[in-house]
């Protein structure tokens, strides 16, 4: 429970080492497979949702790898951009500060002007905006890590896709374009995942 507590508090550190390793992977785990209203004990509420769609994409990124250029940037932060309405900014917005990778965290809001920056890891949720999909054509990192909730209003394509059904979340990995990506996705997330090997 501590472990829980600390993604969905966000009150505590974490751990070092492989205790830190650990508990990112219960985490996943515990998002994925309990009912949320299970995680918080109580009926869900929207933020309570969207707090679980910000730990997923904070513990999801803990998981993946990417090439040299991912480590040597001018500074020494992990930046996720987020394409989504203000609640679900508002919510990934106390991972500012969080590590990944022995990065800091840093969070973009994208969704009114973003900016063509080299992004590690971009989130778009269930609604974006009209124009979302062209601006990703214009990001200039080509390893970043694409996040994509789907939706009936929107065709984008991501290397992980999330899926709310029922009161949980699924995740599905497009191994082929993690592969394009230059991205190496470890073997704990896979096995909490739906692996796609062929594009579809």
């Known amino acids: 429970m501590h472990c829980l507590n600390q993604i969905f508090t966000g009150r505590t ?20 497979y309990l009912p949320q ?8 509420q929207e933020a309570d949702e969207n707090s679980l769609r910000a730990a997923l994409v904070l513990n999801i990124s803990r998981f ?3 090439p040299e250029a991912w480590t040597s940037g001018e500074d020494n932060f992990f930046h996720i951009g987020v394409f989504g309405s203000r609640e679900v900014i508002d919510a990934f917005e106390p991972l500012s500060g969080k590590m990944v990778g ?3 965290v840093k ?19 269930p609604e974006p905006p009209k124009n979302t999909g062209n601006w990703l ?30 009161e949980r979340f699924t995740l599905t990995v497009f191994r082929q374009r993690a592969n394009r990506a230059g991205l190496s996705i470890s073997a704990q997330l ?8 062929e594009e579809s």
């Open 13 to 32: 550190e974490w751990p070092p080492g492989r205790l830190q390793f650990r508990c990112a992977v219960l985490m996943l785990a515990a998002i994925l």
């Open 37 to 44: 209203a299970a995680v918080y004990a109580q009926p869900m």
């Open 64 to 66: 993946v790898t990417g």
């Open 102 to 104: 022995g990065r800091t």
């Open 107 to 125: 969070i973009h809001p994208l969704s009114k002007r973003p900016q063509t920056w080299a992004y590690h890891a971009i989130y778009v949720g």
């Open 137 to 166: 054509k214009k990001c200039t990192n080509p390893h970043v890590l694409l996040i994509i909730e789907p939706s009936k209003a929107s065709d984008l394509r991501g290397i992980i896709q999330i899926t709310r059904v029922d």
């Open 190 to 197: 896979l096995r909490l995942a739906s692996v796609v090997d």
